[in-house]
């Protein structure tokens, strides 16, 4: 009778969401969970990283370059100022915008929803806003009445599974870099193929505030930036930004703005540093916060991107490893005009490495540089 009391006890846990600890929990209990030495002997230090990484934005003309980096061993957070016309924070507390790594925050978000009951991750997403399609899909093609009228029953078929794996067939945005209110018009038939698409993030965004009469920001407040202690983290534009915040830069060093005109918006408006955003890594690393089975299909792949070992998962990159002994890679990049920011994390190796960067040269070359400096051991992986 025991033995059958406690497998129930156990079934029972694994099928809620394993909770997330409060703000104050969080304090209490990070000394304990991240009190790995930054250094470790017969390994490179992390004054030799920082080195390296200063010559890697000075060589790329990248202002500023903030890294968190850990393995089973050792953990370090830094920040190199690469020009004289910017200074590093001692500690690593600038705000970046992360642009499209928001998404991966997002889509835990959802997953929450979805284990809370509010969310079928394949029910239309249609019927949660009463059986209406939103405007924005209708009479999209004014002067073809059947192209239009295809474009509100496509509209029909999206899901928020969908979305999350980019298979929309919706553009990634209809008229810019910046979404608008531009009717959405579908460029390939929805759940036929890789689209990757901020518009469909956004349009999901749009449903889910609908469903909890909750902003994006409030969401994000309530199921992940508090419980996990990211206290610098928003995806709207906060007064204390104005003093915290990076400036962006172009590819010819040319100043730019900080962004603070952007209104909150699950594919790109994420501000954070690499102190907050690893909280988050770690929470997503040991699947907190999520039930079992949820958890489960965020990370396994769910749909092609490119090429066999190349598939995103739900709001994430997922590359499955396969035959390779150190196990699958997750990662994100993201591009706003500016800035660029990615992470690497392997699971099973409980190693992972996050660089933001206020520059729109912080990507390309800059992204294999900083790749290859901190996971030489695996150089046969793509991403």
Request: aromatic share 12%; net charge negative.
């Amino acid at each position: 009778m025991k033995k059958i009391l406690l497998m129930a006890g156990i079934i029972l846990l694994l099928s809620y969401p394993r909770e997330l600890p409060s703000s104050e929990a969080i304090r209490q209990e990070t000394p304990l969970k991240n009190n790995l030495p930054e250094n470790v002997a017969g390994q490179p230090s992390k004054d030799w990283y920082i080195e390296r990484t200063a010559e890697i934005g000075l060589s790329q003309k990248v202002p500023i370059i903030q890294v968190a980096y850990k393995t089973r061993d050792r953990k370090f957070f830094f920040e190199t100022a690469n020009f004289d016309f910017v200074a590093a924070s001692p500690d690593v507390s600038t705000v970046f915008q992360v642009a499209s790594v928001s998404k991966v925050v997002f889509s835990y978000i959802v997953l929450r929803l979805v284990d809370q009951g509010l969310l079928d991750l394949d029910r239309p997403l249609y019927e949660y806003t009463d059986g209406v399609v939103e405007e924005r899909f209708r009479n999209a093609i004014p002067d073809d009445a059947e192209a239009s009228v295809r474009n509100e029953e496509w509209a029909k078929r999206l899901t928020a599974r969908m979305v999350l794996t980019h298979g929309t067939g919706l553009p990634n945005w209809m008229q810019s870099s910046r979404p608008t209110n531009a009717k959405l018009v579908f460029t390939d038939e929805p759940d036929t193929r890789y689209t990757y698409s901020g518009e469909g993030f956004h349009y999901l965004q749009r449903v889910v505030e609908h469903i909890t009469a909750k902003s994006l920001n409030e969401l994000a407040d309530e199921e992940v930036f508090i419980p996990l202690g990211m206290l610098s983290s928003s995806y709207k534009w906060r007064d204390e930004y104005a003093s915290s915040h990076a400036y962006g830069y172009d590819t010819n060093n040319e100043k730019g703005e900080q962004g603070a005109d952007r209104p909150e918006n699950s594919a790109y408006t994420l501000r954070t540093n690499v102190k907050d955003f690893s909280l988050f890594i770690e929470a997503l690393m040991e699947g907190r916060g999520l039930k079992r089975e949820t958890f489960e299909a965020m990370l396994t792949p769910q749909r092609l991107i490119e090429e066999p070992g190349l598939y995103f998962g739900l709001g994430i990159r997922v590359n499955p490893n396969e035959e390779l002994g150190y196990g699958p890679l997750w990662h994100h990049s993201g591009s706003n005009t500016n800035f660029r920011a990615m992470f690497w994390l392997f699971p099973q190796e409980q190693t992972y490495c996050i660089y933001f960067t206020n520059s729109a040269n912080g990507s390309g070359e800059t992204r294999q540089k900083i790749y290859e400096l901190f996971f030489p051991q695996y150089p046969e992986t793509t991403w």
